[in-house]
């Protein structure tokens, strides 16, 4: 239906909806005889637009709004249907004015807006992840994997590699999470019906709005459920793809599934200190129900939703080979398993149960399928070694479930239990080297370390880690190994905060003759600790009764090598570093950790901490993430983190988690084929020169005295914790002075804040002044080396690592709007001197991307994705401009009873930037 057919008619009747048609979209029932049509974004956002202005306006009338307010309510209606179809139109004053006496106006008007974004935010993944082309990737991947599989510098066996998405409890979705999961269900294929256009609106309108409290821990795992299960679901449908690949490859068929899913939702002791072990204990039990389901709906043989039962299912094929009784005496003994773990008032002790995921594994081995045709027995077959591998890698959890904690906790707590143990009184107080002797003589197996029963720390601190560290063992036994595998220690320094670690697992009873049954996992971040981190592993792996107890990469073959799992960040290394340094430093220490486990004989596990922006690390594919790392680091695969808003896009149902896998385990086996990045020693000499030019000057805004008060003034960083979008504390501390208040900022709020306000600017900052320096280019513009520059190119064109930081750069400059972020520096204008050294940097960068970069060297998939941004840039100008004026009233009204009634829409205008940018932080 044209859009002109919605567009509103002056009625006498103040009661009168302006934008109803005689036949609107979603009035007739769904199954009226309409045909469903192929959406695309454009398409779905217009016919989704009228039904979200009938909304606004029928609830204004039921709110009561006078006259006066429901015209300036139709104008601004009118104004937002503009933009939608022509682009910037002016704003209404009138909006702001109405502000001061009926600030509902203003939320109706930013619902339509976030309602309108959210709607175009989801149909652009569906649309990308149809564009990703998921079965080719994964094909091309394994190609290139046999093709390089004899290669003496890359991987040689898909039995080491594995891809691990990561779920964190990161709170970077502001959205409501059933506005997005309403999104996410309805658009699943954008082939709809007017109904299902109409019952989308319905559920998406609904669900817009400040979130009037924070989400529990456990409200936050049931809120990841669906995806959890969507994962699950694909990773098994993309084995039948891989199986048939490699059988047409003539490559052996991996034995083990080539997926882990992990998570951090109530782990993460370091983000969230008010975690507790029952929070622990509650959330591994939640996805361990999710393994059982599927489990369940594997054998009884129904959909993923389990609604019918599938022709071509497990479970008619072991009927047809008389095995349907041994099938049912299987799930019920599966199905009591459960409830021994998960629900106990329902476990039955007389029944039979499962005591471990490999007694499971080993039942399936026990079907005869002898009186089957060859290809059905073959189906069989099949079916039964892939649900075979989802036990082997889910078992009984689900997901793994990482600890995170702090360094500093971690010496606090070991010094306690040393203390109480007589083994060394003032711990804190000694030096390195006295600290690894202590700690090394304490984790001898000949030295016995019991949990202190009590505790001389006047906080509380103690109590709850030894609580939590005593959980471990208690859900390893219950739930296997895998349930808890990694230990990561946050801010990692030095050898004793791996020791430590190890000194915790003992204590918990978890190191014994066979080894770890943890990995210790140092979170190795800042640019400092980067350039640190070989010196720091090298001191452990030169212990032998530490590499020892590392892991087997394969715990069935005892001559694989054992394996030192390392983490590296993105996120406060930009923060306090910038981007490049930051980029830089992170890729060599991946490359060096690299060659140094090799030298010792060792296989590294990266960990790969991504935030879900262009300046925490992130691109906008999987491809672009992956392409750039160094090969030879994903010898046993890739590990990575996804965060808040970055889940449910990529995972919020089975047809974006099928693509966006597919995406992801391609690349990584490409890369991984392609061995050692040689452009680190290549080009080592230019990037340390550009990383130092571009540190230095991002000390100089960083270090700036009127920073923190600019920053406060003119972005919503201090209203950011009204979200309400995580479980997490808002902020660490409280700050005594400007410069502890940048220090103890969190890496999320500081970079969506200047991503709400539109300079975008912990995503290039420095790096224009380097590369600029680099050619002999003046900010004021003039001449330049043209020798240099043709380097740059040359960087640009062969180098993964260098295009991925430069393409990185451009989508960041790309979103950024410095015509709206100098309007929130007037927010400010003592402190304009800030904003000028950002434009400055912003023209700088983006003159130098432009050189660097042709414009034929951009891929379509970048270009759509400029494309998408484009399209929402004018609803997000609009609430942008909205932000701003809202700031103002927050930055001049003393009444704080008066301010209340804008906290909420000042959430939404945070909500509607958020979703006009693509991400939040």
């Not at 349907?324 to 005496?329: D, K, V």
Request: proline share 5%.
């Amino acid at each position: 239906m044209p859009v002109s057919a919605f567009h509103p008619t002056v009625s006498s009747s103040r009661s009168a909806n302006p934008w109803v048609d005689e036949n609107p979209v979603g009035q007739n029932p769904v199954n009226s005889g309409q045909q469903s049509t192929m959406l695309d974004t454009h398409s779905l956002s217009h016919q989704c637009l009228p039904l979200f202005k009938q909304k606004a306006w029928a609830e204004g009338l039921s709110c009561g709004l006078n006259d006066t307010d429901m015209e300036t309510l139709r104008s601004t209606l009118e104004t937002l249907e503009h933009l939608d179809t022509q682009g910037d139109q002016p704003f209404p004053e009138s909006l702001m004015r109405a502000l001061q006496t009926s600030p509902k106006v203003l939320e109706l008007a930013l619902k339509t807006v976030n309602s309108q974004l959210l709607v175009k935010l989801v149909a652009e993944q569906h649309i990308k992840a149809q564009r990703l082309n998921g079965p080719a990737k994964l094909q091309r991947g394994l190609t290139t994997f046999s093709e390089h599989s004899t290669s003496t510098d890359s991987v040689n066996s898909l039995e080491q590699v594995m891809v691990r998405p990561v779920i964190t409890g990161h709170p970077t979705s502001l959205n409501k999470p059933e506005a997005i999961q309403s999104a996410l269900t309805r658009i699943e294929s954008m082939d709809l019906l007017p109904g299902e256009i109409a019952q989308l609106c319905d559920e998406v309108w609904a669900g817009q709005g400040q979130r009037t409290q924070k989400p529990t821990v456990q409200q936050e795992a049931a809120y990841f459920q669906p995806m959890v299960k969507a994962l699950l679901n694909s990773s098994h449908k993309i084995h039948k793809l891989v199986h048939k690949t490699t059988d047409n490859l003539g490559m052996a068929a991996p034995t083990k599934n080539l997926f882990e899913l992990g998570n951090w939702v109530a782990g993460d002791r370091d983000g969230n200190p008010t975690i507790s072990a029952s929070d622990l204990m509650n959330v591994v039990s939640q996805y361990s129900r999710a393994a059982f389901d599927f489990y369940l709906k594997k054998l009884n043989g129904t959909d993923a939703d389990g609604e019918y039962q599938r022709p071509s299912s497990l479970r008619v094929l072991l009927t047809a080979a008389g095995q349907e009784s041994r099938l049912n005496a299987l799930i019920d003994q599966v199905r009591n398993t459960d409830y021994r773990l998960n629900d106990p008032d329902k476990f039955d002790p007389q029944k039979p149960h499962f005591q471990s995921a490999r007694a499971l594994d080993a039942a399936l081995q026990d079907f005869d399928l002898s009186t089957l045709d060859m290809e059905d027995q073959s189906r069989a077959q099949s079916k039964l070694l892939r649900l075979s591998q989802d036990i082997q890698t889910m078992g009984f959890f689900g997901t793994t479930t990482d600890i995170r904690q702090n360094s500093a906790m971690n010496q606090k707590t070991v010094a306690e239990i040393l203390k109480q143990n007589n083994v060394e009184a003032n711990y804190l107080n000694l030096t390195e080297e006295e600290r690894c002797h202590v700690l090394l003589t304490a984790l001898d197996e000949s030295n016995r370390l019991d949990a202190p029963l009590n505790t001389t720390l006047s906080t509380s601190d103690f109590a709850s880690e030894m609580a939590l560290i005593k959980a471990y063992k208690a859900i390893q036994d219950q739930y296997g190994e895998g349930a808890l595998k990694n230990c990561i220690t946050a801010n990692s320094e030095s050898a004793s905060d791996m020791l430590e670690v190890m000194l915790l697992l003992k204590v918990a009873g978890l190191i014994d003759q066979r080894g770890l049954h943890m990995n210790v996992m140092p979170l190795i971040e800042t640019v400092d600790d980067l350039k640190h981190a070989e010196p720091m592993l090298k001191q452990v792996l030169n212990m032998p009764w530490y590499t020892d107890r590392l892991p087997l990469a394969n715990p069935n073959d005892p001559d694989s090598p054992r394996v030192q799992h390392v983490m590296v960040g993105y996120s406060d290394s930009n923060r306090l570093d910038g981007p490049l340094a930051s980029s830089w430093a992170v890729h060599k220490a991946v490359t060096s950790m690299t060659r140094l486990a090799k030298q010792h004989g060792l296989a590294l596990q990266v960990f790969h901490g991504r935030g879900g922006t262009e300046a925490r690390g992130s691109g906008h594919s999987y491809e672009q993430d992956i392409e750039y790392l160094n090969g030879e680091s994903l010898a046993m695969g890739l590990r990575q983190t996804e965060q808040g808003e970055e889940v449910p896009l990529k995972f919020g149902n089975r047809a974006l988690s099928t693509a966006n896998l597919m995406d992801m385990l391609g690349t990584t086996l490409r890369v991984a084929s392609k061995g050692a990045d040689q452009g680190v020693d290549q080009f080592k000499a230019v990037m340390d020169s550009l990383a130092d030019t571009a540190n230095q000057r991002y000390k100089q805004l960083y270090e700036h005295p009127q920073l923190a008060h600019f920053f406060r003034k003119t972005t919503p960083i201090q209203y950011m914790g009204l979200s309400n979008a995580g479980s997490r504390p808002a902020s660490r501390k409280v700050a005594n002075n400007d410069q502890e208040y940048l220090e103890q900022m969190r890496a999320i709020p500081w970079t969506a804040a200047w991503y709400q306000s539109g300079s975008m600017m912990p995503a290039y900052f420095g790096t224009g002044t380097a590369l600029a320096a680099h050619v002999g280019l003046n900010p004021g513009g003039g001449r330049f080396n043209d020798g240099k520059l043709q380097e740059l190119k040359t960087l640009y064109q062969q180098w993964p690592f260098f295009k991925n930081l430069i393409d990185r750069t451009d989508m960041a400059l790309h979103k950024s709007d410095m015509a709206m972020a100098r309007n929130y520096a007037d927010l400010e204008p003592s402190a304009r001197e800030v904003f000028e050294l950002i434009d400055q940097e912003h023209q700088l960068a983006s003159t130098m991307v432009g050189l660097i970069k042709e414009p034929q060297t951009s891929s379509a998939e970048e270009l759509h994705a400029k494309q998408a941004v484009d399209d929402r840039a004018p609803l997000r100008r609009w609430a942008q401009q909205v932000q701003v004026g809202l700031l103002k009233q927050f930055n001049q009204t003393t009444n704080h009873e008066r301010l209340e009634p804008l906290k909420p829409l000042l959430v939404m205008s945070m909500q509607a930037n958020a979703n006009g940018v693509g991400r939040f932080g």
